[in-house]
């Protein structure tokens, strides 16, 4: 094991990430059922590790996994930690930690077999993504009614691909509305405008995932006076918000500094199926614009990392 490769610890014991061993007919292989997480660890110290463990479990019941065994996941994550600390002489002040829990071995479809689930935890350096970004608003849609919506599940397929898509653009992020046409959320962020001095963010009846730092920002916001309401936030909003932010674990309060729009996607659509229109033209606005970090995002940054180094699990 060195320095910069992941440490992988599964089902109770730690292996070697370039042969991290999952049957290939666990659940979670064949056709992406499971959840996961993602956390940040600052000096070997798991954030809001609680909230986290709770979300998992909201997850699982959501799909209808077993509950969480908070005792085994717990261990593997004390595992990866240690030897974290033993690998690099002493513990990081960032790491990123992604925990995963599949339905286990399962048959080639989706029926699933009466087994036990697979638990996955990892543990790897992490760089930080807290400056300026550039973000892309991407043509695509979530759908509000979906059977896993809200739900971090495994199955993440169209977040790859919404996120190469912005990439190509030079995004770090792509955002994209409800099936309904309003804002929905990042592939793996929340997202939060500003608008005449007010937070605003969509609600969790709009279909976002309820992010760890999402419900901590808006909980710290309030509490120092900042007016804050979660609501249905139009997409042309992006386009005239004084400010605009994105939130997640390993990015925490992240400004952003541009937006982009993709206009078509970059790989093939599906037989029969329209080629994606353009935001622009679905919402009527351009949302290509450079943005400002205002005082409301500077202001909850230092509160999120004053807060944050006050109460480790909040």
Known sequence: MNDTQPIVWVDGALVPADRAAVLALDHGITVGDGVFETAEVRHGQVFARTRHHDRMDRSLAGIGLAPLDRARLDAGIDAVLAASREVHGEALPLERLRYTVTGGRGPLGSGRYDTEPTYIVALAPDPGMEGPTTVAVGPWRRNLHSTVTGLKTTSYAENAVMLLAGSKLGATETLFATSEGDLCEGTGSNTFVVTDGVLRTP?????????????????????????????????????????????????????????????????????????????????????????????????????????AAATPDP
Do not use: C, H, K
């Open 203 to 307: 609600g969790l009846d709009r279909g976002p995932l309820a992010g760890v730092t999402r419900g901590l920002v808006i909980e710290w916001a309030r509490e120092a006076g900042i007016e804050v309401r979660e609501e249905q936030v139009p997409m042309a909003d992006l386009a005239t918000a004084e400010e605009v932010f994105i939130t997640s674990s390993i990015r925490s309060v992240q400004p952003v500094e541009r937006l982009v729009e993709i206009t078509e996607s970059p790989l093939p659509t599906a037989p029969g199926l329209a080629a994606p229109v353009a935001p622009s033209e679905q919402y009527g606005v351009s949302f290509d614009r450079t943005l400002e970090v205002g005082p409301v995002t500077r202001r909850l940054q230092a509160l999120f990392r004053e807060n």
